[in-house]
């Protein structure tokens, strides 16, 4: 199916028709991977549409900005403004918002000084890993490739350059037939999904990957962990090995596109009973009770478009 595009997007400043917000081929982010950015969704609420997280999503945007130097010469108030500007603007309610950040045209050597060009795209967007995943799960595969060393590239940073690694643990997981791919850390620890973060049930208690696992620090995850321990679900960060995959009683995959998505099988083998399990479906309901009302969103996480 031919991809469809909005009709408006925010670029330096100001509302656009999408197809002017063109970048020149010698701008320094499409050589070198330097750009940051950020994923986030809007909700249909029953008090109108609303940013899940939008303010911690931009956080974590100048965050992974100040890790790379890159000035972003706009302030959270103004690129929060521009978000809710272009969900207004090409009409939309439930959608997927993607700020980004890069070095453009300046100059062409690797520390050059380049000025930060900024841009806010937002789109309609169901579910990132297909339609009825969210229910029925999805069957993962460990990639072959590792996730990059911590004394190598920031893990922790949301960069364009970054997502060469989850294009090969994504791109291969799809090849070989797989909804997607589960990367190891190269101490050869779990570490994370292509772009997804992970939880591992036993006994009715959540265990997740910690932060040095080279993995992005989720968004998702800590709504997760915050959403269970306020309902008295345990929840353990800890270093896990790859066979826990195969124990655990129950596995599922988070962030901001693939929401809370279920495994059911890894690698061939069946998770738990093979299909989606309780504490999973309990989560999904905390979670999306935070847009329907059945979940009090206690931290005001939903920001009014
Ligand atoms: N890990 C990676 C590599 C990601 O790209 C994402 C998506 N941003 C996540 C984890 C989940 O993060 P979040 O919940 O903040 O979207």
Known sequence: MAQTYPDHIWHNGRIKPWAEATVHVMAHALHYGSSVFEGIRSYETPNGAAIFRLTDHLKRLYLSAKIYDIEIPYTLEELSAACREVIRANGLTKAYLRPVAY?????????????????VASWFMGPYLGAGVLEAGIDACVSSWQRFAPNTIPAGAKAGGN????????????????????????????????GENLFLVFDGALHTTPVSAALLNGITRNSIITLA????????????????????????????AAEITPIR????????????????????????GLFDGRTKDEWGWLEPV
């Open 229 to 256: 321990r306020r309902n008295g679900i345990e929840v353990v960060e800890r270093d896990l090995p790859r066979e826990y995959l195969y124990l655990c009683d129950e596995l599922f995959m988070c962030g901001t």
């Open 103 to 119: 070095r453009g045209l300046g100059g062409f050597g690797l520390s050059a000084e380049t000025p930060t060009d900024v841009a």
């Open 265 to 288: 099988s890894v690698d061939g083998k069946p998770v738990g009973a093979g299909k989606p399990g309780p504490v999973t479906a309990r989560v999904q309901e905390l979670f999306f």
């Open 163 to 194: 997502y060469l690694s989850g294009q090969l643990v994504a791109r291969e997981a799809r090849r070989l037939g797989f909804g997607e791919g589960i990367a190891l850390a190269s101490t050869g620890l779990l570490s994370e999904g292509a």
